[in-house]
């Protein structure tokens, strides 16, 4: 068991040296760039490690130099980075400032690029009849809106009838539908009164009784 | 000693082609006083290089255009614009469609001299059928056609004038005036 642990603490140092050296020789583009601090944080919590490398010194020395190295490489590009953090900051007020005063200093002229104007006949006539395509646009949205409200009228009234059916059904009259709905809809009695029920009648009373 | 004249007349006569052209869409003018110590150079007068002009425009599908705005102003200052010929069996046009026809009805109703905006408001909700559409393009249309320097509004007293600049895009007036009341009629009709 000891010697398990033994084992899986020293592949996690060779495993910690293998990213060191990768990051090393691709100098700095290494991709798993977040993987080294994580493992070396996991590694100082851990006090068979400081063991492991007092023992397997040539273990220890390629893990420190390579850590120093590192170190070292992994500064510089943080501060290389921060530098062009700044530098991109600036770099805008810079440019702005310069193209700013060598326009108001009259140094540079700007062209713009040359058009020749056009306005053909073909195009007026259709810009013309566009103006048609407008107003017919309009009609239909109109017809579309009116159509839209009417629908909406009728939902409204179709509302109400409910409503008046439910409180029809509360105050115990409609007595057919009553009746109905207290045999079960696929009872013999319920198809007779379906029969004799109309649609309107039906459709209203098993909504409102929905409803209820 | 004549080829080489023929030489610097054939450069000075691309050159003022090429002044006309690249000034055609921009603040600048080129007017005729501005063109005829060029045609002093070369000799000839400058009705006839305006004429020279105009025949090698008209032969890449150009046409040069010679806009005085009033009788008030004298023929050298009229002004020198190129534009794509119109006449061109071609669906094309540097405004939108909807600017284009506004600029078209400003066109008929106030030609070389003003309008109200009023007048122009009129003609539209007559097209439209509709007063506060016409109101809403009507004033989208200004405001870019003023910024393309195609109208000059007075909004004090409500006038608009179409710039030399426009006066040279358009087609012939008796045209659009056709196009016009034939949409009306055809919306009266409906």
Do not use: C
């Amino acid at each position: 068991m000891a010697e398990e642990r033994d084992e899986a603490t020293l592949r996690y140092i060779r495993e910690l040296i293998g990213y060191l050296e990768r990051y090393l020789s691709s100098k700095g583009l290494f991709a798993d760039l977040e993987k080294i601090p994580v493992i070396l944080e996991n590694l100082s919590r851990s006090d068979e490690v400081s063991e492991k490398i007092v023992d397997n010194s040539l273990l220890g020395t390629k893990l420190f130099q390579k850590l120093r190295k590192y170190l070292s490489s992994h500064l510089s590009r943080i501060d290389k980075k921060l530098d062009e953090i700044m530098l991109q900051f600036a770099l805008p007020l810079v440019l702005s400032k310069m193209a700013f005063d060598i326009f108001s200093l009259g140094k540079m002229k700007v062209i713009p690029p040359i058009k020749v104007p056009i306005l053909t006949r073909q195009y007026l006539r259709s810009s013309i009849r566009s103006l048609k395509k407008i107003v017919e646009r309009d009609k239909a949205r109109r017809i579309l809106e009116k159509k839209r409200y009417s629908e909406l009228a009728s939902l409204m009234r179709f509302k109400e009838l409910i409503e008046i059916k439910k409180e029809e059904l509360k105050a115990g009259l409609g007595r057919k539908f009553q009746r109905l709905i207290a045999g079960g809809l696929t009872s013999l009695e319920a198809l007779e009164l379906i029969k004799i029920m109309s649609r309107r009648e039906l459709i209203l009373g098993v909504l409102a009784f929905l409803e209820m | 000693m004549s080829a080489k004249n023929d030489d610097l007349k054939e450069e000075i006569i691309r050159t003022v082609a090429a002044m006309i052209t690249m000034h055609a869409w921009r603040e600048h003018k080129i007017t005729l006083k501005k063109i005829s110590p060029y045609a002093k150079r070369i000799g000839i007068s400058t009705k006839e290089l305006i004429e020279e002009l105009s025949k090698r425009f008209e032969r890449v599908g150009l046409k040069l255009r010679l806009v005085k705005r009033s009788s008030k102003i004298s023929d050298d200052e009229a002004e020198l614009f190129v534009v794509v010929d119109p006449r061109l069996k071609i669906s094309a046009g540097s405004l939108d469609r909807i600017t284009s026809a506004v600029l078209a009805i400003i066109f008929v109703r106030a030609g070389t001299g003003t309008t109200t905006v009023e007048n122009i408001l009129k003609t539209l909700s007559q097209v439209l059928g509709n007063k506060q559409k016409a109101t809403e393009i009507l004033s989208r249309a200004l405001r870019k056609l003023e910024k393309m320097k195609l109208i000059k509004v007075d909004r004090e007293k409500g006038f608009i004038e179409l710039t030399s600049k426009a006066l040279a895009i358009l087609p012939e007036k008796e045209e659009l005036e056709a196009m016009l009341v034939e949409l009306i009629s055809d919306q009266s009709i409906r």
